[in-house]
């Protein structure tokens, strides 16, 4: 069965410092991945995502990603860490169906940068 | 705005009542997915249509749970007979093809007593 794991449940990181956000997956076949950002009583909003291609993803608001086929892991990343990044943050993998497609998500990581 | 939305944004309600949520897609998109977050999780996939068909649903889908998508365009999630389990954050997904990316709304928050 797909999978994805998100092993921290809130990473701190001060403003202007980069700024990592751990995800691994468990696939049968390509990987599809996505980065959606949700702020508070808000939806997820869709920040990138890797289907095939070059292993680094850049996506909106400055964020980008790393996709290791070796490792399984497709870490978010941003240079310099903003204030108004402070969200929850959710890596989820597409699974394909019989013509159709769902997103299985991981539980999420808080982002929370301080000033 | 042409991004998905959704209505009404929060309810309330009684244990017993039957609730009915509406979504509306991005215009182009001929699916549309719901999805169920609960606190601490991330969201879980609850049925999906392509145009008006609903082709799947999760198991998560009790039979107290109906969707529909009259004509292909906006759809309605009713759930009856609610349960304080039922409370949750329900987000609908529209998306033009399988292999497109799935857009978001902001979700309806329900809250049963």
């Known amino acids: 069965a797909q999978s994805v794991a998100q092993p921290e449940d809130q990473v701190n990181v001060a403003e202007g410092n980069p700024l990592t956000v751990k995800c691994t997956y468990s696939?049968?076949?390509?990987?599809?991945l996505f980065w959606y950002v949700q702020y508070p009583n808000r939806g997820l909003q869709f920040l990138l995502k890797?289907?095939?291609?070059?292993?680094l993803v850049k996506g909106s608001y400055g964020f980008e990603a790393e996709f290791n086929k070796s490792q399984t892991s497709f870490h978010l990343k941003k240079p310099s860490a903003l204030v108004s990044d402070s969200a929850l943050y959710f890596c989820?993998?597409?699974?394909?169906?019989?013509?159709?497609?769902?997103?299985?998500f991981g539980k999420g990581t808080m982002l929370l940068v301080s000033p | 705005d042409t991004g998905v939305s959704q209505n009404p944004r929060h309810k309330i309600t009684k244990r017993g009542q039957n609730v009915t949520f509406r979504c509306d897609p991005i215009?182009?998109?001929?699916?549309l997915y719901w999805y169920r977050q609960t606190l601490g999780q991330g969201p879980e996939f609850l049925t999906y249509f392509q145009n008006e068909a609903q082709l799947e649903k999760s198991r998560l889908l009790s039979d107290r749970f109906s969707a529909e998508r009259p004509k292909g365009s906006f759809s309605t999630l009713e759930i009856q007979r609610t349960e304080q389990g039922d409370s949750a954050m329900y987000l609908c997904?529209?998306?033009?093809?399988?292999?497109?990316?799935?857009?978001f709304g902001p979700g309806t928050r329900l809250l049963v007593l």
């Open positions: 997904a529209s998306s033009p093809s399988p292999e497109e990316t799935q857009y």
């Open positions: 989820a993998v597409r699974v394909m169906n019989s013509g159709y497609s769902t997103l299985t």
């Open positions: 696939v049968s076949g390509n990987p599809y």
């Open positions: 215009s182009e998109h001929n699916r």
């Open positions: 890797y289907i095939t291609g070059d292993n």
